[in-house]
């Protein structure tokens, strides 16, 4: 019997990408663990590995082809000891449906519960099937894959069956859905989009460029964020001179180490002590509770071509100036190129923004759910001051934390803000 390789679901939001390469062809062998392809997200260039032993049979969806669905059929196998279906003659039409009928070609379950690669018939040995998602949130949460029920093809371990898991329940199989479930509401009437012709902006006055993966998720994220999530700003000015003084002088000191330390470098330093000093605000909102966080795993806003991606410095508060640097400069590098790991920019518990290189004076930033807050960094500029009753100049900078108000109140965002003043101000306390 052929085995259904399907379209994975390489991160919890994607629901479509870029089959972007493959690296077998029709009749190769593969083993469990070989790359058979690339996949592009809005996020990253992942490769896909066979989970199954067999010979592939045929390839569905071409490489390059663009806004494949998730769990969209993308190639067949025939397992191990089976024979592959034989190439069709010159004179007969090929079997394999083209591309653009592959999402056709099976039923597209819902993203949440993302199947692997490749699905095998049974578990054989002591091997559990499950999905790349499945192992790597099994994993993160400690769970035993083996003692998890799989609702997914042929028994397969999936997302739902390791959250379900680890809430202390079962997955329901996605052919049946949870005795009681009902059936989605009706959707609230959607807000009606104009066209810019509509709105007064003539045809053939402008240039449309198409919204690539990346762009849409930013805009749905981003939308869902700033509309469901209770935010507010609270804004405080820092005097930097003393911050500056000491970057100089740690820089002098590493010299000749290939590591130059950045103001933002400091900024993600002493945001991750202040969360350790004040972990109220190193939290998140759940239906189930306040997540207080272990760590402070601090996102960092990369800007890069057609949009924004965070990548995490885990437990940024454990690290030195220059391992912080040397890590930073190195995430922001691979985002660039698209070679980040999922891990490498999912999750986070703070997020740090910072536009002053831009020369931007201050701003407020929407919040990367689920974490509680973000800071925005603006522009440092000499600006006229009051010191003992004097006037004097400083080198000011302007910074912005947004709340979720269900978790960092107003009080508690004050509190961090008090804690994170003095690490700037005074870079020396960054050591006590």
């Known amino acids: 019997m052929s085995i259904d390789i399907l379209m994975p679901a390489l991160s919890p939001t994607m629901e479509e990408g870029t089959l972007a390469k493959w690296h077998v062809k029709v009749g190769d062998t593969v083993k469990a663990g070989d790359v058979i392809a690339e996949i592009e997200t ?75 690669p490749a699905a095998a018939a049974a578990p054989t040995g002591d091997r559990v099937l499950a999905s790349p998602l499945a192992r790597r949130l099994a994993s993160a949460a400690g769970l035993d894959l083996k003692a998890i029920p799989g609702s997914g093809p042929h028994g397969r371990v999936v997302k739902a069956d390791v959250e379900a898991a680890g809430k202390g329940g079962v997955a329901t199989s996605k052919a049946a859905p949870a005795a009681g479930a009902s059936a989605p509401a009706a959707a609230a009437e959607p807000r009606k989009v104009l066209s810019l012709e509509q709105m007064g902006i003539p045809a053939g006055s402008y240039d449309l460029v198409p919204l690539d993966g990346m762009r849409k998720t930013i805009a749905r994220r981003l939308t869902d964020s700033f509309r ?110 698209k070679k980040l790991k999922p891990e490498e920019f999912q999750g986070g518990t703070f997020s740090v923004s910072n536009l002053g290189m831009f020369g931007i004076k201050a701003f407020a930033s929407i919040i990367n759910e689920p974490q509680g807050a973000i800071m925005s960094v603006g522009a440092g500029e000499q600006r006229p001051v009051v010191k003992n009753g004097e006037l004097a100049v400083a080198t000011v900078m302007t910074i912005t934390l947004t709340c979720d108000h269900r978790v960092v109140d107003g009080a508690i965002g004050a509190k961090f803000l008090a804690a994170f003043k003095p690490l700037i101000e005074e870079p020396l306390t960054l050591l006590v």
Do not use: C, W
């Open 42 to 116: 809005d996020k990253a260039t992942m490769e896909v590995e066979a989970v199954d032993e067999g010979v592939i049979e045929a390839i569905l969806v071409e490489a390059g082809t663009e806004n494949v669905k998730v769990n969209a059929l993308i190639a067949k196998l025939a397992g191990e000891g089976e024979s592959p279906a034989p190439p069709p003659s010159k004179d007969a039409p090929a079997k394999a449906a083209p591309a653009a009928e592959a999402p056709k070609a099976a039923a597209a379950p819902a993203p949440t519960a993302a199947p692997a």
């Open 228 to 337: 469901d999530v209770p935010h507010f700003p609270l804004t405080i000015d820092l005097e930097i001179d003393a911050l500056l003084a000491a970057r100089a002088k740690i820089n002098h000191l590493l010299e000749g180490q290939g590591v130059k330390v950045s103001v933002n470098d400091i900024i993600i330093k002493a945001v991750a002590v202040a969360l350790k000093r004040v972990p109220e605000a190193n939290a998140s909102y759940t239906p189930e509770g306040i997540a207080m966080h272990k760590h402070a795993d601090i996102a960092v806003a990369v800007a890069i071509d057609g949009g924004l991606i965070t990548p995490i410095v885990r437990a940024a508060e454990t690290k030195g100036l220059a391992q912080i640097s040397a890590e930073v400069k190195d995430l922001a590098a691979r985002a660039k190129t």
